[in-house]
């Protein structure tokens, strides 16, 4: 499943936050946040299969800083 994250850097860490679901982690490094990200999301769905298959069916046709 691909995953829709806004990223930024508060301090010394990068706060990750998944679109639709809202949860938010943070690493060190950008590539330790999106892996957090993952496994967050990843255990958030398990206890909600029906969201789970809702995501998998969304399509992002851009992304725009307003």
Do not use: C, H
């Amino acid at each position: 499943m691909k995953l829709n994250v806004i990223v930024w850097k508060e301090e010394d860490m990068f706060i990750v936050r998944e679109v639709f679901t809202g949860v938010t982690t943070q690493g060190k490094t950008i590539e330790e946040a999106l892996e957090n990200i993952k496994e967050a999301v990843e255990l958030y769905l398990e206890e909600l299969p029906e969201l789970k298959e809702e995501l998998e069916k969304k399509e992002i046709i851009g992304v725009m800083n307003v």
